[in-house]
């Protein structure tokens, strides 16, 4: 990996920077590899306990801890997540560990026991949006925005994964968000950026990497943050960050934070693990973080926190009255989901549920804004009948006592490519299929045969003879 002499030059006086260690961690073939667990499907006591022996399963025992989150864990080494089905069945997230800072500057600055409303204005394709919900308060709602449309739907497949009721998928320009002035607590933007951070994962990123394009960044960046600064509450918090080693793109952006937009940078508190630089920023000595594969086990990143101590008025927005479910499609669907804490409605050609303490946020969004995914979606009524959505099985609201139908590792990876199954359920209809436990999707078991209704556009592609990790 050669990395260009202008950007290693533009680096030199930065804070934490030093050349030979950063290119030779740069030069070396070896990898870091990171996942962060989903708290509400999989728990670090979890273990094999059905089925036939997987020939992938990731040894907890082996799992060494990312420092700054409680759900992050190092592998000792990369195995093939595409054919692990506990990954399909949303139970864990392979993540950089670095990324996964931004847990320390939302336990540290946010008050994670109250419900919040929080935005993550560049969320595909999902990490840090999975990693926000399972800090918040259950009560909380979560925004996921991303203005790449064609972005939305991996972003919509990994909330989906994850199983929760109270995240918002929307598709908007950050200028869509000043309809909604102080309606956030708290404002996540990992900014779109020069990539630097990422090019030991990339190599393409070095042929893209010019001064010329960081400088772009830098305005694309201010840009952002100008057109979605109005929707957060005063005192609000913003968390910024990018992958990116460029201070054009990080200590400068902090400046020009304080010194424009009038936000109060604020400070991470206690011991920060080994090898996470602090710097501050030129003019205004905003403090933030950076991160140098050559000093902890991740990629590049940055991270900076503000308070926002300027904000108007809150507007009164008004409310839409989306379409509930009439008393008798409630009752049909009434078996298939957990309906305590929740209401219905008719949204994109189907069933959603969305929590009852949420309703008002839903139907305040609906009109303003370009709403992607939103709650759970249930599914659809034909002939007096649920045809259930992939999502309910995927979701938190499914009962215990919907039928199912268990599989070994052979049989889920012919599920989660779509191929017939090799079993014979035990009742007839509509049924979960799961695999230790862990629900993957539907099934319909007619009299003569098994049809499959994994979706097409996530099942697996790549045919299984890749070697696993024990």
């Known amino acids: 990996m050669k990395l260009p002499e202008a950007f290693l030059e533009s680096l030199e006086g930065v804070a934490g920077f030093e050349r030979e260690p950063f290119v030779a961690v740069h030069e070396k073939e070896e990898g870091v590899t990171s996942i962060r667990i989903n708290p509400a499907k999989w728990t670090m006591g979890d273990t094999e306990s059905t089925g036939s022996p997987s020939p992938f399963t990731i040894d907890h025992s082996r799992l060494t801890p990312v420092p700054w989150s409680r759900y992050g864990f190092y592998l000792d080494k990369r195995p093939s997540f595409t054919f692990d089905p506990l990954f399909h069945a949303g139970c864990y997230y392979v993540q950089e560990a670095s990324s996964m800072f931004l847990e320390q500057a939302l336990t540290q600055l946010a008050d994670l026991s109250e419900p919040l409303t929080v935005l993550d204005l560049c969320a595909a394709p999902g990490g840090k949006s999975t990693h926000i919900q399972s800090l918040l308060h259950p009560a909380s709602l979560l925004v996921s925005n991303e203005v790449i449309k064609s972005r939305n739907p991996v972003l919509i497949d990994n909330i989906v994964k994850w199983g929760s009721s109270n995240v918002f998928v929307t598709n908007n320009d950050p200028k869509a968000f000043q309809k909604l002035p102080g309606y956030f607590d708290v404002m996540v933007v990992d900014a779109p950026c020069s990539g630097s951070g990422l090019f030991r994962k990339d190599e393409s990123a070095i042929a893209e990497w010019s001064p010329n394009n960081v400088v772009l960044c830098s305005q694309r960046q201010q840009r952002i943050l100008a057109d979605a600064l109005p929707?957060?509450?005063?005192?609000?918090?913003?968390?910024?960050?990018?992958?990116?080693?460029?201070?054009?793109?990080?200590?400068?952006?902090?400046?020009?934070?304080?010194?424009e937009m009038e936000m109060e940078n604020v400070a991470l508190a206690g011991n920060l693990a080994d090898g996470i630089v602090a710097t501050t920023s030129p003019t205004t000595k905003a403090a933030g973080y950076r991160f140098y594969p050559d000093k902890i086990r991740g990629e590049g990143f940055f991270l900076s926190c503000f308070r926002k101590k300027i904000g108007g008025p809150q507007a009164r927005l008004k409310v839409s009255k989306p379409e509930l479910l009439p008393a008798r499609e409630k009752k049909i669907i009434g078996e298939w989901v957990n309906e305590t804490g929740m209401e219905f409605f008719r949204f994109r050609n189907g069933i959603i549920a969305v929590p009852a303490h949420r309703v008002n946020d839903f139907a305040q969004l609906l009109p303003l804004l370009n709403?992607?995914?939103?709650?759970?979606?249930?599914?659809?009524?034909?002939?007096?009948?649920?045809?259930?959505?992939?999502a309910l099985a995927q979701s938190l609201l499914l009962p215990e006592t919907v039928a199912a139908t268990d599989l070994d590792y052979a049989a889920a990876i012919r599920y989660l490519q779509r191929q017939d199954l090799p079993v014979v359920p035990q009742t007839l209809g509509w049924q979960v299929v799961r695999y230790e436990t862990k629900n993957l999707g539907w099934i319909n078991a007619l009299k003569n045969r098994v049809n499959n209704y994994y979706p097409k556009e996530i099942r697996i592609l790549k045919q299984n003879n890749t070697p696993f990790a024990k």
């Not at 957060?232 to 934070?257: F, Q, R």
């Open 231 to 259: 929707a957060l509450k005063e005192e609000g918090l913003l968390v910024y960050s990018t992958c990116s080693y460029s201070t054009e793109e990080d200590e400068a952006i902090m400046d020009w934070l304080v010194l």
């Open 371 to 390: 709403l992607q995914y939103a709650g759970v979606a249930v599914g659809q009524i034909l002939k007096e009948k649920l045809v259930p959505e992939h």
